[in-house]
């Protein structure tokens, strides 16, 4: 083989090629020094604090001084424009789009108004117009107690460090309004000396500790979970004291939960129609995901929910916390190497098939419902209806533990599928028992079945005066709001920005 020196003097044009060649590259590794030491200045200007941040500051946009690029994909959650085949961020009025939800939550607060989940950007504004909450005004107490705000703004653990934690959850929700005026944000997940993730809610604390673990010890990835598992679980409010409370004593699957319950004789509401001792589900993301494919891999809800970002040479996590199915590129592709069209029909099969087997356990259910009207009606008797109310219970349980979270039918939809259908078992055997009374007591079969076609006939149909809930309601954010939040911003003017 000739040497270059060789094939240069041969060849002449071949040492000028390499020449030009040698120059190109040097001016390129040039470019590329000179690109990396203006991104690390950048990156020093960027991350270098700006403002002083308390070890409770619940103003995101004071975060946001020091914090820019996250802060404004936080901000994203304000769009509520994006629409999956099933859910997404827009506006959905839940009991509009199935009104049988009506007649299985009579009685309880979620009948009157429930919708599609926002935006983080939008915890406060809702839980303040959502009908479930009421219209207090003057004399007139919220139906809620001040429990229902510990998931909505990280005015929560500021409060409870002046006031301790179960004085914070003690009374009428509406006592606490002028304070809880931030919506959902950096001090919930955030220490703001060292930014590490930390858990800022005492009822996941505590349930680890219950179980003999100490959530201390979750390395990063864990607490990348464990920050979102704060709030998006199943809950309840224990005692006269609403302590909040997760029911994991037993463990975490609906089965485990609903033994809990069981065992220690709660429920939420008792059904005007059936009289049954119901559970209301809150929204067992966690509880779900844990049983799903992704968290045995190792995956993270933040993985998938606020996938990294770069932006002018930063990496960053993407704040903006959405479906995975908006911004798939960086989400789901990180890993999964099959086209956008191919993954969104994967997650919309197994929506679809979860959908399926809940509708049926919902028509069940709601027949089961209105049955149980008419033995009450006919003469039944406690005794024997006990087993029926049981039955009832128990498969509503699993019917909502299924349907109260979004993206659970996603998350673990072979766990979702064995889940409803306990359920199905457990509402047939309800109507086989009523069957027979009902043939005991004379009352023709099958039940007439009401008409709920609409939101507005369901309502009607369980006594709800919808026109005085909405006019009072109007009334309460007239009148009461502007007076928390003027009460807020004078308090929040008090304590201003220490610049470095």
């Known amino acids: 083989m000739k040497s270059i020196r060789t094939l240069i003097k041969e060849k002449p044009w071949v040492g000028w090629l390499l020449f030009v060649a040698t120059v190109i590259v040097v001016f390129l590794l040039g470019l590329l020094a000179s690109e990396i030491t203006e991104r690390r200045a950048e990156a020093v200007y960027v991350n270098k604090p700006k403002v002083e941040i308390s070890d409770y500051e619940p103003r995101n946009e004071v975060w946001g001084a020091n914090y820019p690029k996250q802060f404004q994909s936080y901000m994203k959650t304000r769009d509520t424009s994006f629409r999956s085949k099933y859910n997404g961020s827009a506006f959905i009025d839940e009991l509009e789009e199935d009104p049988r939800l009506v007649i299985l939550w009579a ?57 301790g934690v179960a004085e914070f959850y003690k009374g009428s929700w509406e006592e606490r309004g002028h304070q809880i005026v931030n919506p959902i944000g950096c001090a919930d997940c955030h ?123 930063q990496k960053f996590t993407n704040h903006h916390m959405q479906s995975p199915l908006n911004n798939i590129s960086e989400s789901c592709q990180v890993c999964h190497r099959q086209s956008e069209e191919k993954l969104l029909q994967n997650v919309y099969n197994k929506q679809k098939s979860v959908r399926e087997t809940r509708f049926k356990l919902e028509d069940a259910l709601v027949k089961a419902h209105i049955e149980a009207g008419e033995a009450w009606d006919a003469g039944a008797t406690e005794k024997e209806m006990k ?114």
């Not at 479930?132 to 107690?145: F, L, N």
């Not at 680890?208 to 201390?216: A, I, M, T």
């Not at 598992?229 to 909040?244: I, M, P, S, T």
């Open 107 to 163: 009685g309880y607060g979620f009948s009157k108004e429930y919708n599609q989940g926002r935006g983080h950007y939008y915890a406060i504004k809702d839980i303040r117009e959502i009908l479930r909450t009421g219209a207090p005004i003057g004399e007139r107490e919220s139906p809620m107690p001040n429990t229902c705000w510990t998931c909505k703004s990280p005015d929560v653990p500021r409060v409870m460090n002046e006031v």
């Open 191 to 313: 220490n703001p000396e060292t930014m590490n993730l930390r858990i800022t809610r005492p009822a996941l604390i505590e349930a680890f500790q219950r179980q003999g673990k100490d959530v201390k010890n979750a390395s990063h990835q864990e607490m990348r979970t464990l920050v979102c598992a704060q709030c998006h679980v199943e809950y309840y409010f224990k005692g006269e004291g609403k302590y909040l409370t997760f029911p994991w004593d037993n463990g975490t699957k609906p089965e485990e939960i609903e033994a809990y319950y069981d065992e220690t004789g709660f429920y939420d509401w008792i059904h005007p129609i059936s009289k049954a001792p119901m559970l209301k589900a809150q929204h067992p993301g966690y509880e779900v995901f844990t049983t799903g494919i992704h968290y045995d891999r190792g995956v993270s809800c933040a993985d998938c929910h606020m996938p990294y970002h770069s932006e002018g040479g």
């Open 387 to 500: 087993p029926i109310l049981t039955a009832i219970r128990h498969a509503q349980w699993r019917w909502d533990y299924a349907a109260a979270g979004h993206g659970n039918s996603f998350h673990s939809a072979l766990e979702l599928s064995r889940t409803m259908a306990s359920g199905l078992d457990a509402v047939q055997e309800a109507r086989l028992l009523l069957a027979r009374i009902l043939t005991k007591y004379g009352v023709e079969q099958p039940v007439t079945m009401p008409d709920i076609s609409t939101k507005a006939k369901a309502q009607e149909y369980v006594g709800w005066n919808m026109e005085k809930l909405n006019r009072q309601k109007e009334k309460f954010l007239e009148e009461v709001v502007p007076q928390w939040v003027e009460k807020a911003a004078q308090r929040e003017k008090e304590w201003g920005v220490d610049r470095l």
